[in-house]
């Protein structure tokens, strides 16, 4: 499964450092080669990075830096996770059933607090010191840090009890509690018999090697739904 916004691991840099995001776009060509794995010696590797370039950024988009953050988080999520994942499951599902899930629940831990701390300027004293002088104060107030997607590694928050990075509370009426015993219920289903898997009394079906691709939405109103990215990872195949 892939989370929502798995590209924020790389695209954190570019939301603490707009330099950072300019020299990637003043070097384009070199940079989304080396992203998407495509060799500089490759024939038409101009020509793919153009093409590239075309699905995030059209020629005639007006975007607002928050915009291209979101735009970057993408091609980062493409690049690192959604398109292996999509291929890896095509294949898969042609030998065994597969379960794949789409985690897009917002609002939770997320580990893009601990990434956007450590991809701040200062010492790296000073950075853990406030990141844990933080979270100590949101414990105490309730106060909910940036929220800037579904990261990857944000799934693990709601499965197992990572203190020093997730701040999952404990009460066992909270919103993130039950969540979490549902989600870990999940996967303890999975491990024992997959073949009768529900998550909130949502049904977790197998996917064949017939069906569409589809996903199911790990979220507050979990469901099946299509793969949320293929217009995309369709133009990367081809």
């Given amino acids: 499964g892939v989370n929502a916004d798995e590209g924020l691991l790389t695209s954190l840099l570019f939301y603490n450092s707009h330099q950072k995001l300019e020299s990637f776009e003043r070097n384009w060509d070199n940079c989304i080669l080396w992203t998407f794995g495509i060799p500089k010696e490759t024939p038409n590797a101009e ?5 590239i370039k075309d699905i995030y950024f059209p020629k005639d988009s007006d975007l607002t830096v928050d915009q291209k953050l979101q735009q970057f988080t993408k091609l980062f999520s493409d690049a690192q996770f959604n398109l292996h994942v999509s291929h890896s499951i095509s294949v898969q599902r042609q030998f065994s059933p597969v379960y794949p899930y789409y985690f897009s629940r917002r609002g939770g831990p997320s580990l893009s607090v601990f990434l956007d701390m450590l991809m701040k300027r200062s010492s790296l004293a000073i950075k853990l010191l406030k990141f844990f002088a933080t979270n100590l104060y949101n414990k105490l107030t309730g106060n909910k840090p940036m929220d800037y997607g579904v990261c990857h590694g944000d799934d693990l928050a709601m499965l197992f009890v990572v203190d020093k990075l997730f701040n999952v509370e404990k ?68």
Avoid at 47 to 51: G, R, T
Avoid at 206 to 214: E, F, H, I, T, V
């Fill in 171 to 238: 009460d066992p009426n909270s919103a993130d509690y039950i969540f979490s015993k549902a989600m870990v219920k999940l996967w303890a289903d999975f491990a024992t018999d997959e073949t009768s898997m529900t998550f909130q009394g949502v049904n977790f079906p197998a996917l064949g090697p017939n069906k569409d691709l589809q996903y199911f939405e790990i979220s507050d109103s979990p469901k099946l739904i299509k793969e949320p990215f293929r217009d995309r990872t369709d133009i990367l195949k081809s």
């Fill in 47 to 51: 020509v793919l990075s153009a093409k």
